[in-house]
């Protein structure tokens, strides 16, 4: 590949408001402002606005009224669909195209004002931002959940992560309690990240016990996970990317400190939780993490940093598992602090992560690896950044063949059942006293097929604070519900 043509990133931007009222196209024209102010007199060679899917209030063409107030003239302007791996899978798709010399330069954005909606601040869409044409829709649309989870009250992503902790604290012999205490040793070196990140909405170094005891200001939300663990959606934040070409870069004069794109891949895993053969295991990571470095020509053990999707404790341990780093990988999980600690700003979080990621790197070279996921770490992206050119140029990793192997994997749901089956995986989701309220889980028949089901209402006294991996059940109607069999 032409040296010229190798994708870069020029310049970054973020930024946190904690004060004053915003609306999400502000606050994202903000960090983008700040973005290209790093790469000055690039802005005219922007062919392509990418807004990451918001869920705050925004323009029909967020991606058109950005460039509008940023006095850009793109070619093109696109929005994508929902899901956290959108930030990394737009980084990757610009790159592939800078590569392959059909783009010159593109902006990247998102934000969410979701702390000013939720106080009833947010200041709304501008006049001059309507009247344009909606921007094209870019990424997979699909529903994350199909009719056996939504039977089963299986919507909130608290409550489906919850379960796929479960396996994974099933598997090493622990309860509700002990994973919680285990979970609070892990994560608290996340809350040490996000005390040194100036853009972190929490940054307040916390504990392994303050983040596992659960109390008035740390409640059990869904089984083992309290307040504390969770992502956080309540913030106004905002980020922005600049993705070009070394030479477009090298003409400008901002091609020092530049981060190169190494190596980017995609996969995605069985789609309805429902249908997963093992639900405390991430396929897809595992192969687009596998194909990001085999295209980059490097192994996992010469990556000095990562950012691993946190969304909930269990993504991260699949990530790391899938990954083949222990635990106690001494280079750690995360460049920002997490989404519970840094800030989940709905689907543009790992953009964060990206601009905090090529940051480091610029301070401190070598290589990093970034992932994001969407939905119920159903949709994966990886992207894989450096110092030094990648020797064999930018170079997607193939998932197709491992793809293939994950989608023939799906285990056959079941619409309906009755009688015997035992769970794969379970929670028991409480309300804001602290008692019980739901019992979701997903079970297998004797015959091989997957249902998901809740508990009869009688049920959840005895099902709180226990393991329910393993156990036996009885499935009722008429929509699947059950009770613990004997």
Not at 126 to 146: I, K, S
Not at 239 to 266: H, I, P, Y
Not at 301 to 310: E, G, P, R, T
Not at 445 to 465: M, N, T
Request: proline share 8%; hydrophobic share 45%.
């Amino acid at each position: 590949m032409d040296e010229d043509r190798t994708p870069v990133l020029v310049a970054w931007g973020q930024c946190t408001e904690r004060d004053r009222p915003m609306s999400a196209l502000a606050l994202m024209a903000r960090a983008a402002e700040s973005c290209l102010s790093g790469a000055p007199g690039l802005a005219r060679a922007v062919e392509q606005v990418s807004v990451v899917h918001v869920l705050s209030p925004v323009p029909a063409a967020p991606a058109a009224a950005l460039a509008r107030r940023l006095g850009l003239a793109p070619q093109r302007t696109e929005v994508s669909t929902i899901g956290g791996n959108s930030p990394q899978w737009l980084v990757n798709r610009a790159a592939a195209d800078v590569a392959a010399g059909r783009l010159s330069a593109a902006l990247v954005a998102g934000a969410e004002v979701q702390r000013s909606a939720k106080l009833g601040l947010e200041a709304g869409v501008e006049p001059e931002d309507e009247g344009l044409e909606p921007d094209p829709v870019v990424g997979d649309d699909r529903a994350g959940v199909g009719r056996a989870e939504l039977d089963a009250g299986l919507i909130a992503p608290v409550h489906v992560y919850a379960l796929f902790e479960s396996v994974l604290a099933h598997r090493a012999g622990r309860d509700p309690a002990a994973q919680r205490l285990a979970l609070g040793a892990l994560m608290a070196p996340f809350t040490a990240v996000a005390a040194a990140q100036p853009a972190a909405w929490f940054p307040t170094p916390r504990t392994p016990e303050e983040l596992a005891e659960l109390g008035p200001d740390n409640r059990l939300v869904a089984e083992p996970y309290p307040k504390r663990m969770c992502a956080v959606l309540g913030v106004d934040q905002a980020a922005a990317v600049l993705v070009t070409s070394l030479g477009v870069a090298r003409r400008a004069k901002v091609d020092e400190g530049a981060v190169f794109c190494l190596s980017g891949a995609e996969a995605n895993d069985v789609w309805f939780p429902t249908a997963r053969p093992d639900p405390g295991t991430s396929p897809a990571i595992a192969a687009a993490g596998r194909a990001a470095l085999e295209a980059a020509g490097t192994g996992v053990d010469d990556v000095a940093a990562f950012d691993l999707y946190s969304c909930f404790p269990c993504a991260v341990q699949m990530a790391a598992d899938a990954l083949g780093l222990g635990l106690d990988d001494a280079r750690g999980f995360t460049v920002t602090g997490g989404l519970p600690y840094f800030g989940g700003p709905g689907n543009d979080y790992t953009l964060h992560a990206i601009a905090t990621m090529a940051e480091r790197l610029r301070r401190t070279g070598g290589t990093g690896l970034v992932t994001g996921l969407g939905w119920y770490a159903t949709k994966h992206a990886v992207g894989l950044y450096g110092t030094a050119p990648p020797p064999r140029g930018w170079r997607p990793g193939d998932t197709a063949a491992a793809q293939a192997a994950i989608d023939a994997g799906a285990v056959e749901i079941a619409s309906d059942a009755l009688g015997a089956a035992t769970v794969v995986a379970g929670t028991v989701v409480a309300g804001r006293d602290g008692a019980p309220t739901a019992a979701p889980v997903i079970a297998r028949l004797p015959d091989g097929r997957q249902i998901a089901a809740a508990a009869e209402e009688d049920q959840l006294g005895s099902l709180a604070g226990q393991d329910l991996v393993g156990r036996r059940i009885t499935l009722t109607g008429p929509l699947p519900r059950f009770r613990l069999a004997g």
